[in-house]
């Protein structure tokens, strides 16, 4: 009889396939369970989704059929210049190419101003040249582009100025029993009808607010007569009329008086000479203005202040600080200017003065990174011979704004507009090149303080970049057209160099 011998490997063999084989059975039985229980929201899922396209069928009609196709339109041939490209910033490209050009060019300009004068010049905030640019000179009217720059920020651009008719009570049966105060809002442009077009002044009143409405609002709100005064109240504001400086012949000529209540700057239709109070002189305009519509008024105009908790019968605001800097910039507006100083002083300050206008100006230059060490801000319209400023603290101010800013804006456009509109009108800058101009002038010529001619602002070229330049000439007889026009003309030539090679629209993506 054979008999099978076991050996020990093969029993060792049979023992390891017995025991895989249980480790195999016992693990497909959990795998099997786990994939049945994945399986089941697969399943419901299905399942609803084919009972919702059912009930889609049931209770919708049939889908429209697909819309025409219409083909898209064919791509423009794409731009071949690289992303990393210096086209992809022609303004900056431009500026480096022509920036040693223009240079060149403004070199010998400078070098030919005389050792008073300053000036500087830079293309989008970038200095490309200067004489004398911390040197403390007389800056005349360019002094309102610190009180336009400062305005803007402390006041607002959209801040209007209110002025007011107020009464103790309201009227019985049409009359207002005791006066009616107007009530100053410090509003330099607050004008009656006829003003604008009077020609009393070299320039026509801009974005004036109309005194004859304010008068229309009393007569609607049923008024027709009144017992008492018309009080002029520009208490406001100080009572400064005149600010400290000014030149011989320059009070009540080129500036003053003015209050936080001046109607016509201070003019009244029929007299022949400025109120002497202007607070006063408005309330006599306006106690005519109110006779023309058949408003009568027992009293007279007098100086005072509103009641307290008076009633307002009628208010008009101004145009916007906005508008109401560019017309100080355009026309050079002596009184705007002064005004609005103490409009800064009282809003930064609390006091509606003109030192506390001239603190906040200076304390804003200060925060703007300015240096002001040689800097003395003594009135706002730049008619003070004690104002001193740096052509490199004015090209600061212009080089935080840009020409189609509220700032910029303002500026006069040589050969269009404000007291530009008769320069450059035959230089290829004509309509590209605004500015503020400045003039003093210092009879006896021989003796100090010297005579002023200023000029800054902007010229714009094609692509977006700026040139922001300030040029402030000092000298004796220079406010005289022979000297100071050469000069301006020889800084529009140099100015109308740049750039001389390709501008940013030529270097522009291709």
Not at 10 to 35: A, F, K, M, T, W
Not at 172 to 178: C, Y
Request: glycine share 10%; net charge negative; hydrophobic share 40%.
């Amino acid at each position: 009889m054979n008999q099978s011998v076991s050996r020990p490997e093969d029993r060792r063999q049979r023992l390891g396939y017995e025991s895989r084989r249980r480790r195999s059975q016992r693990s497909v039985g959990p795998l099997l369970v786990l994939g049945a229980f994945a399986a089941i929201p697969a399943i419901l899922l299905f399942a609803l989704y084919g009972w919702a396209d059912r009930r889609i069928e049931e209770n919708e009609p049939a889908p429209p059929p697909p819309s025409t196709v219409v083909a898209p339109p064919a791509f423009a041939d794409p731009l071949s210049t690289s992303m990393m490209s210096m086209r992809r910033v022609p303004a900056v490209l431009s500026r480096q190419l022509n920036v040693a050009d223009f240079e060149r060019e403004l070199t010998p300009f400078l070098g030919a101003l005389n050792d008073r004068s300053c000036a500087a010049v830079s293309v989008d905030g970038i200095l490309i040249g200067a004489k004398n640019p911390d040197m403390a000179v007389i800056p005349a009217s360019n002094e309102k582009l610190v009180v336009a720059a400062v305005a803007l920020d402390v006041i607002g651009s959209d801040a209007v100025l209110t002025t007011s008719a107020v009464s103790a009570a309201l009227p019985v049966d049409g009359v207002i029993d005791g006066d009616l105060t107007l009530v100053g809002g410090g509003d330099p442009l607050l004008s009656s009808d006829w003003y604008p077009t009077s020609n009393l002044e070299r320039y026509a009143v801009l974005s004036p607010t109309s005194f004859d409405t304010l008068a229309d609002q009393v007569r609607d709100a049923g008024v027709t007569s009144i017992t008492g005064n018309i009080v002029g109240d520009g208490s406001r504001y100080d009572d400064e009329f005149f600010a400290p400086g000014w030149g011989d012949g320059v009070a009540g000529l080129d500036a003053g008086p003015y209050d936080a209540l001046t109607a016509n700057d201070s003019r009244v239709l029929g007299e022949p000479q400025r109120a002497n109070d202007p607070n006063i002189g408005a309330a006599r305009e306006f106690i005519r203005l109110l006779n023309e519509r058949g408003i009568t008024v027992g009293g007279s105009a007098v100086g005072g202040t509103a009641p307290i908790e008076g009633i307002v019968i009628a208010a008009i605001d101004s145009a916007s600080v906005s508008d109401v800097v560019g017309e100080m910039l355009a026309n050079s507006d002596n009184n705007t200017a002064e005004l609005l100083m103490k409009e800064i002083g009282l809003v930064g300050e609390g006091i509606g003065s003109r030192e506390a206008g001239a603190r906040v100006m200076t304390a804003k230059l200060l925060e703007w990174g300015i240096d002001t060490t040689s800097v003395v801000l003594s009135d706002g319209s730049g008619l003070s011979l004690d104002n001193r400023i740096t052509c490199s603290a004015l090209l600061s101010v212009m080089q935080r704004f840009t020409p189609d800013s509220a700032f910029g804006s303002g500026l006069p456009i040589a050969g269009q507009t404000g007291t530009l509109a008769g320069i450059f009108t035959d230089h290829p800058l004509d309509g590209r090149l605004t500015g503020k101009t400045g003039t003093l002038n210092n009879p006896p010529f021989n003796a100090d303080p010297p005579a002023v001619k200023a000029l800054s602002g902007y010229v714009t070229v094609d692509g977006g970049t700026a040139i922001e330049y300030v040029l402030v000439l000092n000298g004796p007889t220079i406010s005289d057209q022979s000297e100071y026009r050469p000069v301006w003309y020889a800084l529009a030539d140099v100015l109308n160099a740049y750039p001389a090679g390709a501008t940013p629209a030529e270097l522009g993506p291709r």
